[in-house]
């Protein structure tokens, strides 16, 4: 099997993106975290189009559990490994935000997760993909959005665009010493009157000597 690049991971995640119905991806990231169902249509993606390979759900380690594998063909050996984290652009519109400084922490903790698996070589390619959804306008639709009140407190102070980048600067500074970043965007097409993107950013492969939770 053939390493697992991030230009290859992103090509198949924005393939991922493109296979919701119109207006499906903004519904499900507007009503909760779409964080499970991007890893369970990720997972089917890779399982259907890596040759020699299985791709596990929730794999099981000496470490605990871990997001998505992909394994060798008899589903013992990791070739790659990834953890996935779902959040929006509102928590991290300043880098010290403390659900910024929190998600930091869980991120590098996952890092850490992927870092200390027994089965670990030196080919295995380790990645972290953060996921933030980020509506173009307060969304219509009252308590079915489940982050209405902190989107629409956000996108008022600091607007659409200026919350956006402002979200990039706090990722990049908060998380950049995990290795390096790919950036992108998944439409997520229109639900509840707002177009809605999905920025993202592929970590990896996972370098060392990022700083422990907290420090």
Not at 107 to 131: C, F, G, N, W
Request: hydrophobic share 45%.
């Amino acid at each position: 099997m053939k390493r697992i690049s991030p230009e290859g991971l992103i090509a198949i995640l924005e393939d991922v993106a493109a296979s919701y119905a119109p207006g499906e991806l903004a519904y499900l990231a507007l009503t909760s975290k779409p964080e499970l169902t991007v890893r369970d249509r990720l997972a089917w993606a890779l399982q259907t189009r890596l040759a020699g390979a299985v791709v596990a759900r929730e794999w099981r380690n000496t470490v605990g559990w871990i997001d998505l594998a992909v394994l060798d063909t008899a589903g013992d050996s990791p070739r790659a490994l990834l953890e996935l984290k779902a959040a929006y652009t509102f928590d991290f519109a300043r880098p010290d935000r403390p659900s910024a400084i929190n998600y930091r922490n869980k991120i590098i903790a996952d890092a850490e997760k992927l870092r200390s698996t027994d089965a670990v070589s030196h080919d295995m390619q380790l990645y972290v993909l953060l996921l933030l959804t980020h509506p173009m306008g307060i969304p219509s639709g009252g308590t079915a959005i489940k982050y209405r009140p902190g989107l629409s407190a956000a996108l008022r102070a600091y607007g659409p665009e200026p919350l956006r980048h402002m979200a990039e600067h706090s990722v990049r500074a908060l998380l950049s010493c995990l290795g390096p970043m790919h950036q992108g965007t998944l439409e997520g097409g229109t639900a509840f009157g707002v177009r809605v993107t999905i920025d993202y950013w592929l970590i990896g492969p996972l370098a060392t000597g990022c700083p422990e939770p907290g420090a």
